[in-house]
């Protein structure tokens, strides 16, 4: 199904008119403006010059077009209950990076020196994307998102591996040096194995912030980058269906 279509649908699915996109633009043109908005974090004044109308009209289209895109294509989006218990999983949490709001201190990490949401994504050994979270606020650790999400509940974590954040999960994650003595030389060589395995989650987030708008500040309002993020999230899996 294209995605106009999809657009069209969803419009029509939860009751919306037509028109909640700018009507100067049509259908397609703000689809193909919420599309690079998010794909590229494309300044809004700069669509608009390319496409001949205000920067409130380009606004509007991404506002309007956006939280359908992501309800059009919410059922590419695996949930928690749907992974394999019987698979093995590499996981890490990641920043998705926002403006510094005053008024949100909760969105301030402490380990990466900035604001933003936090999703945990989880790979196969095979490096196949296979769950994303629902973003959290910024300031929390990997263990307290992982655990809000759930997705260990009916799971066995000893399947799951992950950094040194995870520790205390049940996971395989590399061993903490003790405060009383060095590593010995066999838990040094088992952390050097756990990390040649743990790139390929790295590499699986990397992927997912080609999508600009997840690498680089959001800028609209904060109450809108949820439902942002959740649309990426159904715009990349959807891509690499």
């Known amino acids: 199904m294209k995605l106009s279509s999809c657009v069209s649908w969803s419009a029509a699915a939860v009751g919306l008119p037509a028109n909640t996109w700018p009507p100067i633009l049509g259908l397609f043109k703000p689809v193909v403006v919420a599309l690079t908005y998010l794909r590229r974090n494309r300044a809004q004044a700069e669509s608009g010059e390319t496409f001949g109308v205000s920067q409130p009209t380009i606004s509007r289209a991404i506002s309007g077009v956006t939280p359908l895109l992501g309800k059009a294509l919410s ?45 945990q994504i989880a790979c196969t050994l095979s490096g196949r994307l296979t769950w994303i979270s629902d973003p959290v606020d910024g300031c929390h650790h990997d263990t307290y998102c992982l655990s809000e999400s759930g997705v260990l509940l009916t799971l066995d974590p000893g399947n799951w591996m992950g950094d040194k954040g995870y520790i205390g999960n049940g996971m395989i994650t ?10 010995l030389d066999w838990e040094k060589e088992f952390n050097t194995q756990i990390n040649k395995i743990r790139y390929i989650i790295e590499r699986t987030v990397a992927n ?7 690498h680089t500040d959001y800028r609209r309002p904060l109450a809108t980058f949820t439902t942002t993020i959740s649309t990426v999230i159904a715009l990349h899996f959807y891509a690499t269906a």
């Open 174 to 183: 590399p061993i903490k040096k003790p405060m009383h003595r060095d590593l």
């Open 208 to 214: 997912f912030k080609t999508w600009r708008i997840m």
């Open 75 to 119: 059922g590419y989006v695996p949930t928690a209950d749907e992974l394999d218990g019987r698979a093995q999983y590499i996981v890490d949490g990641t920043l998705l990076p926002c403006w510094s709001w005053a008024s949100h201190p909760e969105l301030y990490s402490g380990k990466h020196k900035t604001t933003g949401m936090n999703v």
